[in-house]
């Protein structure tokens, strides 16, 4: 149960109920990774199904292969005044206070561009990136030389009354530590070359987990 304060000067959300019920499997192996997450949510407003798993593969050489696949889908849906709920391509909304966001309401500056590994699991921005019908994405990973690696996103979105929209992006991930501080940086996605178009700095990502546990991984981690 979420109940927010009252404020003549902040447009808030209202408050809601959520019964949420997840499944959680990981089998967290240097060498093999694997997780599995399914999450089914019931409220007055809505329900929701989604399925999230994802594989990591570390070779001999040193070079990690990731993969990851996120399926999710409306079951029933009338809060559709505002985009609260809903699925997103880019930036998850933290309903449930779920996830480590530094910033959970900016819409501009440093703390917006902080990326989730969560939902579409995208890291190009899109005008349109939020999904009340269903959304599919698939994200891979890929390492070339150390901490320097390439992604790629493909996903699919629908919104209610309206056709399916597919996008994608690709870049440069520096993974500095693993789940800890990675930062991307676009270069091709379905907005063009990112890197040719004005204010680029601001269309850079970064994964950072300011727990104790990952910040441990990082002082005790071989860098090179």
């Known amino acids: 149960n979420v109940f927010r304060e009252k404020s003549p000067n902040v447009i808030s959300n209202p408050d809601y109920s959520i019964l949420n019920l997840r499944h959680i499997f990981v089998r967290n192996?240097?060498?093999?990774?694997?997780?599995?997450?399914?999450?089914?949510?019931?409220?007055?407003?809505?329900?929701?199904?989604?399925?999230?798993?994802?594989?990591?593969?570390?070779?001999?050489?040193?070079?990690?292969?990731?993969?990851?696949?996120?399926?999710?889908?409306f079951l029933w849906h009338n809060a559709l005044g505002n985009q609260f709920f809903d699925f997103n391509l880019n930036r998850p909304t933290d309903y449930l206070f779920q996830y480590r966001y530094l910033g959970r309401?900016?819409?501009?500056?440093?703390?917006?561009?902080?990326?989730?590994?969560?939902?579409?699991?995208?890291?190009s921005i899109f005008a349109q990136s939020s999904a009340n019908d269903y959304m599919a994405s698939l994200n891979l990973s890929i390492g070339v030389w150390k901490?320097?690696?390439?992604?790629?996103?493909?996903?699919?979105l629908k919104n209610l009354n309206f056709n399916a929209n597919a996008y994608f992006d690709s870049g440069i991930k520096l993974n500095l530590s693993p789940d800890y501080l990675e930062i991307y940086l676009p270069v091709l996605s379905s907005n063009g070359f990112e890197f040719t178009q004005p204010k680029f700095a601001a269309k850079i990502r970064f994964n950072l987990d300011p727990s104790l546990r990952s910040l441990n991984k990082l002082f005790t981690r071989k860098w090179f």
């Open 29 to 73: 192996n240097t060498i093999d990774y694997l997780s599995a997450h399914t999450n089914i949510e019931l409220s007055n407003s809505f329900s929701k199904i989604q399925f999230s798993g994802e594989v990591r593969k570390l070779f001999p050489s040193g070079r990690q292969l990731s993969v990851r696949l996120f399926a999710g889908k």
């Open 105 to 123: 309401s900016e819409t501009a500056g440093i703390y917006s561009q902080q990326f989730i590994p969560a939902e579409g699991g995208f890291k």
């Open 147 to 156: 901490w320097l690696e390439l992604y790629s996103d493909i996903g699919v």
